[in-house]
């Protein structure tokens, strides 16, 4: 029964196919749609990517940036002073290149 019903998907998928082929004036034309539609595929796919890649470089920035943040919070005083930051400006120097505070 699943057998026959994936034939018959398959013989209606070339039917549709032929149909298409024979209704155009020319090979080029069924070339031409089936490059554009895989062309739109692959851009989906790089477009999706893209934001994947996008999404976790920001993710990994705030990630460093609070990790900086701890590190100068466990630092004496002395040692702040010393790198020129007083305990109230750790979160603006950290943040500097974002924001003017």
Partial sequence: M??????????????????FASS????????????????NFFARIGAAFERTINV??????GQRRVEQVQMLKAK???????LGIKRDDII???FRDLYYL
């Fill in 2 to 19: 699943l057998v026959q019903r994936v034939t018959q998907s398959k013989e209606a998928h070339i039917m549709a196919y032929q149909d």
């Fill in 24 to 39: 155009s004036k020319d090979a080029s034309a069924v070339l031409s749609h089936e490059i554009t539609a895989t062309r």
């Fill in 56 to 61: 976790l470089a920001v993710a990994s920035t």
């Fill in 76 to 82: 004496s005083d002395a040692e702040l002073a010393e």
């Fill in 92 to 94: 603006h120097f950290v």
